[in-house]
């Protein structure tokens, strides 16, 4: 599974960013697709995502309605748009998966795109 996000750049706090994550060499479905990220001096956080059985996307609770994460199964590609971004916000957002072959679950990560927030 190959994951390969896009999307990141600096904007104003108040601002908006669409981050993208097209995942590909699967086959079947994916257990569970989601964003982290991970600022300077910080471990990696959970910020939303989609996971097995449930019925839509989850978010972080720091998320407060502000980000919107989105499947487009024909692309096989995640969004989440961002509004409102804020100080907090800045870090490296990396996209995650988790996909089930036979008996074995396989993880993975993308590169990562980075975000940045001007006051």
């Known amino acids: 599974v190959q994951l390969v996000e896009s999307g990141g750049g600096s904007v104003q706090a108040g601002g908006s960013l669409r981050l993208s994550c097209e995942a590909s060499?699967?086959?079947?479905?994916?257990?569970?697709i989601d964003w982290y990220r991970q600022a300077p001096g910080k471990q990696r956080e959970l910020v939303g995502g989609?996971?097995?059985?449930?019925?839509?996307?989850t978010y972080a609770d720091f998320v407060a309605g502000r980000f919107t994460i989105t499947w487009d199964n024909s692309k096989k590609t995640m969004y989440m748009q961002m509004n409102s971004l804020d100080p907090e916000d800045p870090a490296v957002y990396f996209c995650?998966?988790?996909?089930?072959?036979?008996?074995?679950?396989?993880?993975?990560w993308g590169q990562g795109t980075q975000v940045a927030v001007s006051s």
């Open positions: 060499g699967y086959s079947g479905s994916l257990n569970d």
């Open positions: 989609f996971a097995s059985g449930a019925r839509g996307p």
């Open positions: 995650h998966a988790r996909y089930r072959d036979f008996s074995r679950e396989y993880e993975y």
